[in-house]
């Protein structure tokens, strides 16, 4: 399979425990999003890198939100001190530069966090 | 206020019916449009993109109004396996797509 691929896809987690999702995006997209949806909403952009750097971060990423993408090949997104707020599903999703004008953002099937 | 509204829905319709929907977008800066689709529990797939001078793809239709900031998507001779959300985005910037809380599309048989 050459698509997106995250993982966890499930994570059930008490509050105030750390959690850390990955994403693989297609190897020869430079572009890599994340984004929350939850329940009868639709994605919520959170950031995204270009190669290594993150160029944006939304303001619904909180300090205890981080995400890095080292090598410019696949990102982990870490939450921190997880609240219950934090449930939802966070989806990964990646382009070519330039491609993203076209709208075709390649999603992954997500990992859906619970906080108990 | 949201960047992107969209009627909720649901549209319950039988196998073979019309349906139309639309979605309003509040940034007159907005340069491109699309429409996703999502089905329940997986994730948003790019279903089509939206011209000004409005397109097909097959049974789907889609148009767009500058002017009063609003994109239609209408599915016709629906078949049961149009049975989905269909997410309106709009490109705010040149990275960052704005996604529409999604109308919900049920066929019938």
């Known amino acids: 399979d050459t698509g997106v691929s995250q993982d966890p896809r499930h994570k059930i987690t008490k509050r105030g425990q750390n959690v850390t999702f990955r994403c693989d995006p297609i190897?020869?997209?430079?572009?890599l999003y994340w984004y929350r949806q939850t329940l009868g909403q639709g994605p919520e952009f959170l950031t995204y890198?270009?190669?290594?750097?993150?160029?944006?971060k939304s303001r619904l990423l909180s300090d205890r939100f981080s995400a890095e993408r080292p090598k410019g090949s696949f990102s982990t997104l870490e939450i921190q001190r997880t609240e219950q707020g934090d449930s939802a599903m966070y989806l990964c999703?990646?382009?070519?530069?330039?491609?993203?004008?076209?709208?075709?953002?390649?999603f992954g099937e997500g990992s859906r966090l619970t906080v108990l | 206020r949201k960047e992107v509204e969209q009627d909720p829905g649901p549209f319950n319709v039988p196998e073979g019916a019309t349906v139309a929907f639309n979605c309003t977008y509040s940034?007159?800066?907005?340069?491109?449009f699309f429409w996703y689709r999502q089905d329940c529990r997986k994730e948003p797939k790019l279903l089509m993109s939206?011209?000004?001078s409005g397109n097909e793809d097959g049974r789907f239709t889609a148009q767009l109004n500058r002017a009063s900031q609003y994109i239609s998507l209408l599915i016709r001779d629906s078949k049961l396996s149009d049975s989905a959300t269909y997410l309106c985005?709009?490109?705010?910037?040149?990275?960052?797509?704005?996604f529409g809380a999604g109308t919900t599309v049920t066929v019938r048989a």
């Open positions: 999703a990646s382009s070519l530069a330039g491609s993203s004008n076209t709208g075709e953002l390649f």
């Open positions: 190897s020869e997209h430079n572009r």
């Open positions: 890198f270009q190669n290594e750097a993150q160029l944006e």
């Open positions: 940034n007159s800066a907005s340069q491109s």
């Open positions: 939206v011209y000004s």
């Open positions: 985005v709009v490109n705010i910037q040149d990275y960052k797509l704005s």
